[in-house]
């Protein structure tokens, strides 16, 4: 029987790839010239990059950049991406005071004093209780100031994310070569089995041959067996036939031919 080719321990040999996992964790926080900003960033399987960005009221317009960001690093994985800017107020909140409304304010209080005959003078506390007496505005920065103070914490978060994917990727890579060992370990049982395996088919092929041909049929039963050795050839071989020689489905069709030929040959001879 013709020795089957020796294959050496593949599994042994895996060579460190660099496989990445899609799922990881990201953060990174930092004072800033416009206050502290911080960063995170969470990633999961998904087919395609896929950015999903949660930002502060007035900075949606940074998405593309923060995307773009982003793209420069990672290709696969849904990113949920929160931002968080605690800005500097004592330098963009401005207090203001609408002069006629609180002259308007002044009138009617003065008016309602001497309809009702009240005393008293009418104060300051009087007047900034009253709604919209004082409003805050904050300022908002340019678009180009913001982003310069936050891309690098960006920046910052996305490479920890990465170090995250990367990690975890490792962990993957361990637990398949550790599968790949276990995998080639069966593989070579079932090598060693083999040999014995087949010669048990045979025995147990020509006991049956005997059988169906009665005594005395030890030729006819090697000639049977010659020709069922040719009628599995030309069907692996066949053009039509869209299995190799060595696959299990083509096997299964050797087989069954072999069992054809001796069952047809049987009848004819009775």
């Avoid at 969470?42 to 896929?50: A, V």
């Avoid at 009665?214 to 006819?220: I, L, V």
């Amino acid at each position: 029987m013709r020795a089957a080719p020796r294959r050496t321990n593949q599994a042994a040999r895996v060579p460190g790839v660099g496989i990445h996992s899609m799922t990881g964790y990201g953060r990174a926080a930092k004072r800033t010239s416009i206050g502290t900003v911080t960063v995170e960033l969470r990633s999961t399987n998904h087919r395609y990059l896929e950015i999903a960005a949660h930002l502060p009221n007035g900075l949606t317009v940074l998405e593309g950049q923060l995307a773009e960001t982003i793209r420069t690093a990672i290709r696969r994985g849904r990113i949920e991406t929160f931002l968080t800017v605690q800005f500097d107020h004592t330098n963009l909140r401005r207090i203001a005071f609408d002069k006629t409304l609180l002259e308007g304010y002044h009138r009617a209080l003065v008016e309602l004093k001497g309809r009702f005959g009240l005393r008293g003078p009418v104060t300051l506390d009087h007047l900034l209780s009253l709604p919209q007496a004082l409003t805050i505005a904050e300022e908002r920065l340019p678009t180009d100031d913001v982003w310069s103070a936050i891309r690098q914490v960006v920046q910052d978060a996305v490479r920890e994310l990465v170090r995250s994917r990367t990690r975890e990727g490792a962990t993957l890579t361990t637990d398949l070569r550790r599968q790949l060992v276990a995998i080639e370990r069966h593989v070579q049982a079932v090598k060693r089995r083999l040999p014995q395996a087949l010669k048990e088919q045979r025995r147990r092929l020509r006991k049956r041959l005997s059988e169906l041909l009665g005594p005395g049929s030890s030729g006819s039963a090697s000639q049977l067996e010659q020709a069922a050795a040719l009628i599995k050839d030309a069907e692996c071989t066949r053009s039509s036939c869209g299995w190799r020689a060595t696959s299990p489905t083509c096997a299964r069709r050797c087989r069954a031919s072999s069992w054809w030929a001796s069952a047809s040959t049987s009848s004819r001879r009775s």
